[in-house]
């Protein structure tokens, strides 16, 4: 059965050098969502102008559920220019305000909530005092039993401890990544148990603070090409990560938490396997980054794509 699989948060233009593309990390995450047979939808808020009617548009070719993103007047879709070094690497600098600074609260939203799934959310959308409260308001809605995920996006300025820590304590799972993780351990040492100095090499220490600290099932530490992370209770899984040929980094962490969601929601009996969820969420994050852009086409079905990553 399709499971109903919320981003939500920013959907924007990336403005590439060479291209643009439709981008945001809850529309990226829904996407990445659809293609593994769920319902991924993407709840955000674009401008009444031709970036926004071509957003839009775009989502619906891509089979996206875009009958909760909400349309702004008053304020312009939102854009970033991103920069990529020699390895594909990718740096934004971020339009504001723009629509999805202004998510409200409607009867719709709160209807989408209480049957949602899951829901990934992240910093980044939360960076005004209108978005960050709607926010709020729709994950407190959600029915127990739902999965709601924190995606840390420590972007340019538009974070602080007292958003990271109500993000944290709203969350069952948090997934951030290796170069985010000593700041938020530095922005979030108030909690009994997190005060003690990070050190790099105590990620495990760290993401088991955080369980403790925040009463989360799940910690994902991303490493890029690396691999990542995963901690639950006295449970750890580590994994290398996939080696391929890097098109882009962009939306290549929001491929991986979109696997990650896939296969917890899977669970037996609320229990997932951490190797298996890790294989299947490194396997999506580096099939994206092999690609250009966050919503590439699969050769194929989505199973034979993912295959070949190894």
């Known amino acids: 059965m399709k499971k109903k699989v919320v981003g939500l948060g920013e959907v924007l233009w990336d403005l590439l050098p060479e291209r643009t593309c439709l981008g945001g990390a809850p529309a990226n995450f829904a996407y990445i969502t659809t293609l593994m047979g769920d319902q991924g939808i993407v709840a955000s808020r674009v401008g009444e102008d031709s970036r926004g009617m071509h957003a839009l548009q775009r989502m619906k070719e891509l089979r996206l559920d875009v009958d909760h993103v909400q349309t702004d007047e008053e304020h312009a879709t939102g854009t970033v220019n991103v920069e990529l070094d020699g390895q594909g690497v990718a740096r934004f600098e971020i339009a504001h305000p723009v629509a999805w600074d202004f998510l409200e609260w409607t009867a719709d939203w709160r209807e989408l909530a209480e049957g949602a799934d899951a829901v990934c959310f992240g910093s980044l959308a939360q960076r005004s005092k209108e978005s960050r409260?709607?926010?709020?308001?729709?994950?407190?809605?959600?029915?127990?039993?739902?999965?709601?995920?924190?995606?840390?996006?420590?972007?340019?300025?538009?974070?602080?401890?007292?958003?990271?820590?109500?993000?944290?304590?709203?969350?069952?799972?948090?997934?951030?990544?290796?170069?985010?993780?000593?700041?938020?351990?530095?922005?979030?040492?108030?909690?009994?148990?997190?005060?003690?100095?990070?050190?790099?090499?105590?990620?495990?220490?760290?993401?088991?603070?955080?369980?403790?600290?925040?009463?989360?099932?799940?910690?994902?530490?991303?490493?890029?090409?690396?691999?990542?992370?995963?901690?639950?209770?006295?449970?750890?899984?580590?994994?290398?990560?996939?080696?391929?040929?890097?098109?882009?980094?962009?939306?290549?962490?929001?491929?991986?938490?979109?696997?990650?969601?896939?296969?917890?929601?899977?669970?037996?009996?609320?229990?997932?396997?951490?190797?298996?969820?890790?294989?299947?969420?490194?396997?999506?994050?580096?099939?994206?980054?092999?690609?250009?852009?966050?919503?590439?086409?699969?050769?194929?079905?989505?199973?034979?794509?993912?295959?070949?990553?190894?």
């Open 133 to 310: 409260g709607t926010i709020g308001r729709f994950v407190r809605a959600m029915r127990p039993g739902a999965v709601r995920v924190f995606d840390v996006n420590l972007r340019q300025s538009y974070y602080s401890q007292e958003v990271l820590g109500e993000s944290m304590r709203l969350a069952d799972i948090v997934k951030l990544n290796d170069e985010e993780l000593p700041k938020v351990m530095s922005l979030c040492g108030s909690p009994s148990g997190l005060s003690r100095e990070f050190s790099q090499g105590d990620e495990l220490g760290a993401a088991r603070r955080l369980i403790g600290a925040y009463d989360l099932k799940l910690v994902c530490i991303t490493r890029g090409a690396r691999g990542s992370l995963l901690v639950r209770d006295n449970e750890a899984s580590e994994h290398p990560g996939f080696r391929v040929r890097v098109g882009d980094t962009v939306g290549a962490g929001d491929a991986f938490t979109a696997g990650l969601v896939h296969e917890y929601l899977r669970g037996v009996a609320g229990r997932v396997d951490l190797d298996g969820m890790n294989d299947v969420a490194n396997r999506v994050g580096a099939w994206v980054a092999s690609e250009v852009g966050a919503m590439p086409v699969p050769k194929g079905r989505i199973e034979r794509t993912l295959a070949g990553i190894g």
